[in-house]
């Protein structure tokens, strides 16, 4: 793309020592959800009040303490809905209801009358303070500006007459904060606290938002240190961050935000909100809990929050989410496919709470109530390991690895075939119809095998006297010889047709199932006379028929 002159860099924040970069997160923020207001709004349909319930007490069930529920004096919907939550007593003692309002005295006096019966809630109000929100939308300088927050804070002042027995606590937003000259930010926030001070001792939330993503996330970092060193009393302050994620970089802009300073964080489940949406607080939390920090928020059953959340909003979670994507532990590489095979087979010798390190999953998908089985899905693209893993793990087939590469070769040829991904049902299939259902060119029409004992009884004289019925290439043979056992018998008695001459130079056997329903499996390679190495696969009731099984499995293969 031509560079055309209408963009330039972003400034960045003159410090002489930064402290965020040698930092690390070891400590939950306080989480606030604005789903039931920002994310909301964000809908194409906006939930009614049946569906906000469902939503707040989903939310209350994750662990969240503080919920912005909504903007009772814009919205009959939303006041109905908070009336609802305190005539109802959905709120538990330890969750503080959030609500937003505009700093006009009427809209002050609705938003206190429906916050009545609630023994606390959080009153945010806020007012856009960059210099193009200044220019265009209020044509008012700096001091202008700065004078009409404060007079919304003497608003609200004025009027907690009105909020009856509810204790207030303050948020203030300088909306936009993410472009406003940092000086600028800092002296609008010392004026709102200054004045609310004279009614307030509790801390003040100051809420940082990226209304507009605009810069990368050491800038904004940079932003937050900043306003945490220059504003005054800061241990009386909260300092809050509200991410959008217009450049695709919320997350890490919370996470360096944090790491400023920051103590608290305003988002939605799964990043929902205005355009490229608001903070993702699912990935945030979970990133924090692969790094061993306890998030406060529990993810246990993310695959139940997706559908709660899919039901209540209308939105969908994409395949490739953090965390909660229907791809995002799923590996088609081949590469990957055998190196979380390995890893997943190494894990399952180990304790339970052994450090986590399988390769490509940077969390146990158990931890989330994701399951282990569709880690490996199949097509062209996949390598040898991927079909021997899904063989293993759904249905208890454990080829020996010298078979893998061959089984990869059958299945990504059926996979390119089909163009599409293969279900483990169809690998299956393929498996069954190549080396389990072939009877061409041999089939076994009888079998019978007969067991002699060796003249001093000894078990090691023991042998087994085989008889057959076959048929190659469409003729039948009835052959018969002696061996140290069915399969010894076996493979002697058919030098009497005219298939190959072969020798078995592999043999692997394992059982599946448990009691009256396990069978055998069987794997055997043969070193045909041309040299030529071939596998085969039996599986039988009889732990020997299914080595004769593997057998003529490799001679038709």
Not at 174 to 195: G, L, R
Not at 217 to 246: K, M, W
Not at 299 to 306: A, L
Not at 435 to 462: A, C, F, Q, R, S
Request: aromatic content about 8%.
């Amino acid at each position: 793309m031509k560079i055309n002159g209408k963009y330039q860099q972003f400034p960045q924040i003159h410090m002489e020592k930064r402290g965020w970069p040698d930092k690390l997160i070891t400590k939950a923020p306080v989480w606030v959800s604005v789903d039931l207001r920002d994310g909301n709004q964000a809908l194409v349909n906006p939930m009614g009040v049946g569906q906000k319930l469902e939503f707040f007490d989903l939310l209350v069930k994750l662990g969240f303490k503080e919920i912005e529920v909504g903007f009772p004096s814009a919205s009959d919907t939303e006041y109905t809905f908070i009336r609802r939550l305190i005539e109802e007593n959905r709120v538990p003692e330890d969750v503080t209801l959030q609500v937003l309002c505009q700093a006009r005295d009427h809209l002050v006096k609705k938003t206190f009358d429906a916050l009545k019966g609630a023994p606390k809630a959080i009153f945010h109000i806020y007012n856009s303070t960059s210099p193009a929100q200044r220019k265009y939308t209020f044509g008012m300088s700096k001091e202008q500006i700065t004078q009409l927050a404060v007079d919304g804070i003497k608003c609200v002042q004025g009027c907690l007459s009105d909020a009856g027995g509810t204790k207030i606590r303050l948020e203030y937003s300088p909306e936009s904060f993410s472009t406003t000259e940092i000086d600028y930010a800092v002296e609008i926030c010392e004026a709102v606290k200054q004045q609310w001070a004279q009614t307030s001792k509790d801390k003040i939330i100051l809420n940082l938002p990226t209304t507009v993503e605009c810069a990368s996330p050491n800038i904004f970092a940079d932003q937050i240190e900043y306003f945490c060193t220059h504003i005054s009393g800061r241990e009386n302050v909260i300092v809050s961050l509200h991410n959008h994620n217009d450049r695709g970089e919320g997350v890490a802009s919370c996470e360096l935000g944090i790491l400023a300073g920051a103590d608290r964080v305003e988002g939605c489940l799964f990043g929902n909100g205005e355009r490229t949406g608001n903070l993702d607080i699912v990935n945030v939390a979970l990133n924090m809990y692969t790094q061993g920090v306890d998030p406060e928020l529990d993810f246990t059953h993310i695959e139940d929050v997706k559908d709660e959340y899919e039901k209540l909003t209308g939105m969908t979670v994409g395949p490739r989410v953090p965390y909660a994507g229907e791809l995002v532990f799923t590996a088609f590489s081949g590469s990957h496919q055998d190196a979380i095979r390995k890893g997943m087979a190494a894990r399952a010798k180990m304790e339970k709470d052994a450090l986590w390190d399988v390769p490509y999953l940077p969390i146990d998908p158990h931890d989330i109530g994701r399951q282990y089985e569709g880690i490996i899905r199949i097509n062209s693209q996949s390598g040898k390991g991927g079909a021997a893993y899904i063989l293993e793990q759904d249905y208890g087939m454990i080829l020996p690895k010298a078979m893998h590469t061959v089984l990869g070769e059958v299945v990504k040829a059926a996979a390119d075939e089909a163009q599409r991904e293969l279900k483990p049902a169809e690998i299956y299939d393929i498996f069954a119809k190549t080396w389990l259902g072939k009877n061409n060119p041999l089939k076994i029409v009888e079998l019978n095998e007969t067991h002699l004992e060796g003249g001093d009884g000894g078990d090691e004289n023991e042998q087994v006297l085989c008889r057959a019925v076959v048929e190659f290439n469409g003729k039948r043979y009835s052959i018969g010889a002696k061996g140290n056992g069915p399969l010894d018998a076996f493979v002697s008695a058919m030098q009497q047709t005219p298939a190959p001459r072969f020798n078995i130079t592999s043999f692997h056997e394992h059982s599946i199932g448990t009691g009256s329903d396990t069978s055998a499996m069987a794997y055997v390679q043969i070193t045909v006379e041309d040299g030529r190495q071939v596998w085969g696969a039996g599986k039988s009731s009889n732990v020997g028929r299914a080595g004769v099984a593997a057998v003529v499995s490799a001679l038709n293969f």
